[in-house]
């Protein structure tokens, strides 16, 4: 799976059932998640235990692989944030959609790879905390930038990929308007969003 080693491999699975129970889920959420999800296992788990040169990192001990099995390739987010919340543990999941694959995982927010085959994963690092930055890194393709952390970096990501959608609405915006004033309004308004687009760019 994933072309990680053999012995990292575990076939557990987590029955939806069971899940609804032991958290009592609202009806709302539970239809929500049942209309996403067809079913979910663990089916690695990357510790000390299962590679004994891989140490515990400070913050991590282990990360969990859990496979998810998915009624639509269109779901909602939220229904793989929820398990993120409800499992305490460090998951990368690997969504399937008949032959489509995508991995996924919670850090700061949810970072979701393109669809595509399955790929394989290098684990790269020191520890498991080490390992599970470049997996981050990887799955979210967060490059980061001198001076700042995954998390930062992430952060940053966020609100520029924010403020291009921002410009990109008050284009259209401007280009329709009809009123001259307004559409200065929304020209000036736009030029400020856009010097300070070019200072993040820096």
């Known amino acids: 799976m994933l072309g990680l080693p053999k012995s990292t491999e575990l076939t557990q699975a987590l029955p939806k059932a069971r899940i609804f129970a032991k958290f009592d889920l609202k009806s709302a959420q539970k239809e929500s998640f049942d209309a996403d999800v067809s079913r979910m296992s663990i089916v690695n788990v990357i510790s000390p235990r299962t590679i004994p040169a891989l140490p515990a990192g400070d ?39 008949e032959a489509k694959s995508q991995l996924a995982l919670f850090h700061t927010k949810l970072l979701a790879s393109p669809w595509g085959e399955e790929p394989e994963i290098v684990l790269s ?38 403020l291009l959608k921002q410009i990109e609405v008050l284009e259209k915006k401007a280009r329709t308007e009809k009123q001259p004033r307004r559409k200065l309004e929304l020209f000036e308004e736009l030029q400020k969003m856009k010097v300070i687009l070019e200072k993040t760019n820096r």
């Open 59 to 97: 913050t991590k001990e282990s990360i969990y692989v859990v496979e998810v099995i998915l009624k639509r390739q269109n779901y909602a987010p939220k229904n793989i944030q929820l398990l993120c919340k409800l499992i305490p543990q460090n998951i990368l999941f690997l969504l399937r959609y």
């Open 125 to 162: 690092g020191l520890d498991i905390d080490a390992v599970w930055d470049n997996l981050v890194t990887m799955v979210g393709d967060v490059k980061v930038q001198d001076g700042n952390t995954l998390e930062e970096q992430i952060h940053y990501d966020e609100a520029h990929d924010k």
